[in-house]
C-alpha cells in the first residue's frame, strides 16, 4: 500500500516539476524573492529564507526523480529482455544490466567488434555483386 502510495505520488511530482507553468511559477518565486530584497535589506534572513528553501526541495527532488528513472530503466530493461526472448537474438545479453561496468564494456566490445566484421562482409558482398552486375553489362554489351 505505502509502496503504491510513493510510486503514484512520485510519478505524479516528477510529471509536474517538468511542467512548464512549474518552471513559471519558481521563477516567479525567485523574483518575488529577489525584489523583497530592498525591503528586508538584503539580511542574512533574506539570503537563508531561498537557500533554505532549494535546497529542501532540491533534496527532496533528487530521490523522487531517481525513484522515478529506477522504474523506467527496469522496465525499459524487462522490455528489451522479452524482445531478445522471442527474437532471434542472443539469450545471454537477458539481465546484462546486473554485470559490472568493466564486464558490459567487455560485451559492448564483442558486439562492435562482431558489427565490424558483418559489415565488411556487407560491404565486400555488394562490391562482389556490383562487379558481376557490371562484368554482365560488359558481356551482354559485347
Do not use: Y
Amino acid at each position: 500500500m505505502i509502496e503504491k502510495a510513493f510510486t503514484w505520488m512520485a510519478n505524479r511530482v516528477a510529471h509536474l516539476a517538468g511542467l512548464p507553468p512549474t518552471f513559471a511559477i519558481c521563477v516567479l518565486i525567485v523574483v518575488v524573492w529577489a525584489a523583497s530584497g530592498p525591503i528586508f535589506g538584503f539580511s542574512d534572513t533574506w539570503q537563508l529564507v531561498i537557500n533554505t528553501g532549494t535546497t529542501i526541495v532540491t533534496f527532496l527532488m533528487v530521490f523522487l526523480i531517481q525513484n522515478t528513472q529506477n522504474r523506467d530503466g527496469a522496465a525499459i530493461q524487462a522490455k528489451l529482455d522479452e524482445l531478445i526472448r522471442v527474437s532471434r537474438a542472443h539469450n545471454q545479453f537477458i539481465g546484462i544490466e546486473h554485470l559490472t561496468e568493466s564486464e558490459v564494456d567487455e560485451i559492448r566490445a564483442k558486439c562492435e567488434a562482431a558489427a565490424k566484421r558483418h559489415d565488411r562482409k556487407t560491404a565486400e558482398a555488394a562490391k562482389k555483386a556490383a562487379s558481376g552486375k557490371t562484368g554482365a553489362k560488359k558481356k551482354a554489351a559485347a
